[in-house]
Nanobody, 117 residues
């Protein structure tokens, strides 16, 4: 069965960096669109970045130039490098997967907390 397990969250000061990882199993990782989403308390979930099976990445305007999504198909792992973090980046970050890139992927991880303070 599909499993997505995030790690790498934590508490960081403004201007700091983190790298999130998402270990995937149970599907053909290289054929899927993979994405990172986040949800802050009292706010709706929002897409942060996606990367398709060809390696094409897209970002939310709020994170362009600061966050970088990447994947390692040999390790079945998705990454999100978060630089120049701001307090408004505080949220639970979720890894997600689907055969197509859209706003409501079929498969989700459990989330990892990122707190910028």
């Amino acid at each position: 069965h599909v499993q997505l397990v995030e790690s790498g969250g934590g508490l960081v000061q403004p201007g700091g960096s983190l790298r999130l990882s998402c270990a995937a199993s149970g599907f053909t990782f290289s054929s899927y669109c993979m994405g990172w989403f986040r949800q802050a308390p009292g706010k709706e979930r929002e897409g942060v970045a996606v990367i398709d099976s060809d390696g094409l990445a897209k970002y939310a305007d709020s994170v362009k130039g600061r966050f970088t999504i990447s994947h390692d198909n040999a390790k079945n792992t998705l990454y999100l490098q978060l630089n120049s973090l701001k307090p408004e980046d505080t949220a639970v970050y979720y890894c997600a997967a689907d055969l197509v890139c859209d706003d409501d992927p079929n498969f989700w991880g459990q989330g990892t907390q990122v707190t910028v303070s």
